[in-house]
């Protein structure tokens, strides 16, 4: 008698816990649906993505004219048509003296200092904003004189 008691109150307990296991999953179910799916719909790939970019786009290295230093341009959108444009130098490492680059120029940007890169230094970057220009903005230009 008392082994029929103790399995009727077993099986009342397992009532209880399988409507709190069905509390839950209905419970889980409807916070779940609360949330509505993130889904973009783009035009095109160009309204994909109009906010600013956080890393520069760098092209490939080029030897300047005498083969001592080579250089590099790079892009970085910032947003609202506003780009920053970069110029890198770097000095080979078999080269002996300092060069001297000045008058650089980007377009009608100017970089208001003169670069200076060296056995110690050899590498040196300058940069132009400007919200006139786009990604294609023209050619950079400088002076390079060897200096001891």
Request: aromatic letters at 12%.
């Amino acid at each position: 008698m008392a082994l029929i008691r103790l399995y009727k109150g077993r099986i009342r307990q397992l009532s209880h816990m399988n409507y709190f296991a069905l509390f839950l999953f209905v419970l889980t179910t409807v916070s779940g649906m609360a949330v509505p799916p993130t889904v973009r719909h783009y035009k095109s790939s160009k309204e994909a993505f109009k906010g600013p970019d956080r890393t520069i786009t760098w092209r490939a290295w080029h030897q300047s004219p005498k083969g001592d230093f080579r250089f590099r341009e790079g892009d970085r959108y910032l947003g609202g048509q506003v780009w920053e444009h970069y110029l890198a130098f770097e000095l080979h490492s078999a080269s002996p003296g300092a060069i001297k680059l000045s008058m650089i120029h980007l377009g009608s940007g100017d970089v208001a200092e003169d670069v200076v890169i060296r056995p110690g230094l050899r590498y040196a970057i300058v940069k132009v904003t400007n919200d006139t220009m786009t990604a294609h903005k023209g050619t950079w230009s400088w002076t390079a004189q060897q200096i001891q």
